[in-house]
């Protein structure tokens, strides 16, 4: 469904032949004999905030996600009750300040309590901070990250920390080094 493809901030769509005609929701933004362009103007933003939540289990969730009467700009669904509960998201303001490969810094400013939505997968190792206090990550509409923020102006950090990966590493050169 749309739905999902707009959740997944997927804003262009590429095809080797036309995908849609002339009245599509989705319009023609370049194309050549060998490539067609189009934009999604109802991708969502990368980061966003819902004032509306359901807990649903991993496979309710999936089902919930292809309802047509899903909509991933008001409301999230996740796999466990959040430690504060959304109530509205009228008002909030999400602005990305810094984005690197394994982290990233988010400004937000919450009206009422809401839940912070990232657009991007969510994997156990990512960790978040808010205001510099932990804070869990939570799997938002199957396979996102989610958050939720209390009123008021919060500084957001998501950072990648896998333990595995840093073990890795060290075998890797520790192995490298006795090699040489």
């Keep these: 469904p749309a739905a999902i ?3 997944l901030n997927a804003k262009y769509f590429y095809s080797y032949y036309p995908l849609f005609g002339e009245n599509a929701p989705f319009p023609l933004v370049w194309s050549s004999q060998e490539a067609y362009l189009y934009e999604n103007p109802f991708a969502l933003p990368r980061a966003f905030c819902v004032g509306a939540y359901r807990v649903l289990s991993k496979g ?24 504060i509960r959304p109530e509205s998201a009228e008002g909030s303001v999400v602005r990305i300040t810094e984005y690197g490969l394994n982290s990233m810094t988010i400004a937000a400013r919450a009206e009422k309590p ?26 938002a509409n199957y396979c996102l990250r989610a958050i939720p923020l209390a009123p008021g102006e919060h500084a ?3 950072h990648f ?20």
């Design 156 to 158: 957001i950090r998501f």
């Design 5 to 7: 493809v707009n959740m």
């Design 114 to 139: 809401c839940m912070l939505v990232v657009s991007e997968i969510a994997y156990p190792d990512w960790k978040a901070e808010v205001d510099g206090a932990e804070t869990p990550v939570l799997t």
């Design 60 to 83: 309710e969730a999936l089902e919930a996600l292809r309802s047509p009467g899903f909509d991933p700009s008001r409301e999230v669904i996740v796999q466990e009750e959040p430690s």
């Design 161 to 180: 920390s896998s333990r595995v990966l840093r073990i890795s590493l060290l075998v890797s050169i520790v192995s490298l080094a006795a090699a040489a």
